[in-house]
C-alpha cells in the first residue's frame, strides 16, 4: 500500500514563530488531508486540496498541493499555544476514496 | 446536531472477553469508518461502510467485527480481545463516498486496554 513519510516528527516553537510540515510519498495522490488532533480528542479536518499546485489557506494555516503530486506542505503563520497538538497529513490515489495517513508531526509551542 | 458520538469513553478488558464499542452519528451520513490509533503511529482502517447494510475490511480488520444496520448506528465488536489491541479507536463518518472532503468528523474516541 501506500506509505506517508511526515516531517518533521515533533517540533518545539516559541509563540509567534511560524511553522513548516511536510508530507511525501512515492505514489501519486489526488486529493491532500490535513488534520490536527488536540490532546484527548478526535483529529479535526483542517484543509483538503484537489489539484496540484492548490494553495488554500483556513486562518493562520496555509497548505499546498505539491506539483509533483507526491507531496504538501502545511505552513503555521504566528503560533500562538493553542496551535498545539499533533499533525497528521493524509492522502488519496486516483480510484480510491479510503484515506492513507501520515504518522504526524507534534506541535509544542512555548508562550 | 450532536456529530459523532462514542461510547464508552474509555474501556478495560480481560485477555479473551469481548466488548462492542458504539458510534452513532446524526447527520445522515453515508460513509462510516473505524480507526485505532496507536503512539507513534498514523490512523489505520479497520473496517468501513458506504451505506446502510454494506460493510467492507480496512488495513486491519482481523479480530473486528462491524455491522451497519442503520444510517446512524455503526458498532465495532472484538470478538475476543487480545493485549495488541490495546489502542485508542475512532469512529469517523462524512456524507457520502468519494474523494471530496466537503465534511468529515471523528469522534472523540475509546481508549482501550486489554490485559
Known amino acids: 500500500g501506500q506509505q506517508l513519510n511526515q516531517s518533521p516528527q515533533s517540533m518545539f516553537i516559541q509563540e509567534g514563530e511560524d511553522v513548516s510540515m511536510n508530507c511525501t510519498s512515492s505514489s501519486i495522490f489526488n486529493t491532500w488531508l490535513w488534520y490536527k488532533q488536540e490532546p484527548g480528542e478526535g483529529p479535526v479536518l483542517l484543509i483538503a486540496?484537489?489539484?496540484?499546485?492548490e494553495l488554500t489557506s483556513n486562518g493562520r494555516l496555509t497548505a499546498q498541493f505539491g506539483i509533483t503530486r507526491k507531496d504538501s506542505f502545511l505552513n503555521i503563520s504566528a503560533s500562538i499555544p493553542s496551535d498545539v497538538g499533533i499533525y497528521f497529513c493524509a492522502g488519496l490515489v486516483g480510484g480510491s476514496y479510503i484515506p492513507t495517513f501520515g504518522r504526524g508531526t507534534s506541535l509544542i509551542v512555548h508562550p | 446536531n450532536a456529530g459523532v458520538t462514542q461510547t464508552p469513553k474509555f474501556q478495560v478488558l480481560k485477555t479473551g472477553q469481548s466488548m462492542t464499542l458504539q458510534c452513532a452519528q446524526d447527520?445522515?451520513?453515508?460513509?462510516m469508518s473505524w480507526y485505532r490509533q496507536d503512539p507513534g503511529m498514523g490512523l489505520r482502517l479497520i473496517h468501513y461502510?458506504?451505506?446502510?447494510?454494506?460493510?467492507d475490511q480496512g488495513e486491519v480488520p482481523n479480530g473486528y467485527n462491524v455491522s451497519r444496520s442503520t444510517t446512524e448506528d455503526f458498532p465495532l465488536r472484538l470478538l475476543s480481545a487480545a493485549p495488541s489491541q490495546t489502542s485508542v479507536y475512532f469512529c469517523?463518518?462524512?456524507?457520502?463516498?468519494?474523494?471530496?472532503?466537503?465534511?468529515?468528523?471523528f469522534g472523540p474516541g475509546t481508549r482501550l486496554t486489554v490485559t
Open positions: 447527520m445522515n451520513h453515508e460513509y
Open positions: 486540496l484537489y489539484k496540484a499546485g
Open positions: 461502510s458506504v451505506g446502510a447494510g454494506i460493510t
Open positions: 469517523a463518518s462524512r456524507p457520502s463516498v468519494g474523494q471530496v472532503f466537503k465534511e468529515q468528523y
